[in-house]
């Protein structure tokens, strides 16, 4: 696990003035997306009630999901706006590839690859590129809940994503996507419900967990697992000079419950998915899984091959071996 940090907040003219109540109490306000009936949301609520147990109250934590944009929830750590943040890595892969090493096309299958490229050494990298590149220390790392394709119509061949109009989080599955034929759009959350019933967009990937809970599938009724980007981390963070300012008992203490937080992020992350899956069958939705075959074709190198070579070309301007990333990565995965 990595490090962290926290004041007491002073909001004024849209900026947040961190200072300390006391020599051992700290107020923190902790940025989130805006995502309800969702496992990233169900694991950022946790944080203020763990982090306050852990530290007797000397820490308090306080989600605000207004305060800053989706977009700007990194920088916001940095800049010192917020002290904390529940952030996503893929917002910065167009920065640093390596942010969204677990989007490359058949990299990651499954939460067990996730959790082991994560351990074995992607989440240290990362966490130094948070330090870094963003002046923030990881607490806690995770994912959302397996990502599966909402559309209107079937999506069951490589020939029936030509032409689809489908919403992306990610520049790995978007250039897949124009690779095979789709017109991938980067659209906000807010803005899927009325795009679908639109038809500005014919289909989202999105979490299982979310889809469900927005009951997405009343307006694309099939709900697919391309394995497609089938995980999506995100982190909680921590501004490194907040976090300095904690005695380092109470970071210690902090250390060792959001430790707690990511075991249980990584190896409870099936039930969340499951109970999700659950919900939609009894709702009259069925998941359907794409054969082995079906994915080998729409993820074959002639189309993957795009969403490779970003992330080579974009790890060559940053001055290191992408190539060699990615086949230390295939090689923890037995790949």
Not at 3 to 10: E, G, K, Q, S, T
Not at 54 to 58: E, I, Q, V, Y
């Given at each position: 696990m990595r490090?962290?940090?926290?004041?007491?907040?002073?909001l004024a003219a849209g900026f947040a003035i961190?200072?300390?109540a006391s020599a051992q109490d700290f107020d923190l306000t902790m940025g989130v997306l805006p995502s309800p009936n969702s496992l990233y949301t169900a694991m950022m609520e946790q944080v203020p009630e763990r982090i306050a147990k852990?530290?007797?109250?000397?820490v308090q934590v306080t989600l605000n999901d207004s305060l800053v944009g989706?977009?700007?929830i990194t920088a916001a750590v940095r800049?010192?706006?917020v002290p904390m943040s529940g952030a996503l890595h893929t917002y910065l892969a167009g920065e640093d590839p390596r942010m969204g090493l677990f989007n490359l096309p058949g990299l990651v299958d499954n939460m067990a690859e996730y959790a082991y490229?994560?351990?074995?050494?992607w989440c240290d990298d990362v966490a130094?590129?948070?330090e870094e590149n963003w002046n923030s220390v990881v607490l806690a790392e995770g994912a959302w809940c397996s990502q599966a394709l909402f559309s209107k119509e079937p999506i069951r061949t490589l020939e029936d994503f030509k032409g689809k109009k489908l919403r992306v989080h990610n520049p790995q599955t978007a250039a897949l996507m124009e690779a095979i034929g789709a017109k991938p759009a980067p659209l906000p959350l807010s803005e899927v419900p009325p795009a679908l019933e639109r038809g500005v967009i014919d289909g989202v990937f999105t979490s299982t967990c979310y889809g469900n809970g927005q009951e997405y599938w009343r307006l694309a009724k099939n709900v697919q697992n391309w394995k497609i980007g089938p995980i999506t981390g995100w982190v909680i963070l921590i501004n490194k000079d907040t976090w300095e300012e904690i005695p380092q008992d109470l970071r210690a203490a902090i250390r060792v419950e959001m430790d707690d937080l990511q075991h249980e992020a990584l190896y409870d992350f099936y039930t969340y998915v499951n109970a999700a899956v659950d919900e939609m069958a009894e709702n009259g939705v069925e998941l359907w899984t794409a054969p082995a075959s079906e994915i080998a074709r729409v993820t074959a190198p002639e189309y993957s091959e795009a969403a490779y070579k970003a992330f080579y070309d974009r790890a060559a301007e940053l001055g290191f071996d992408g190539e060699a990333y990615v086949a230390k990565a295939r090689g923890?995965?037995?790949?």
């Open positions: 490090a962290l940090a926290a004041p007491v907040l002073a961190a200072t300390p852990a530290t007797d109250g000397k989706g977009t700007q800049d010192g706006r490229l994560c351990e074995s050494f130094q590129l948070w923890v995965l037995g790949k």
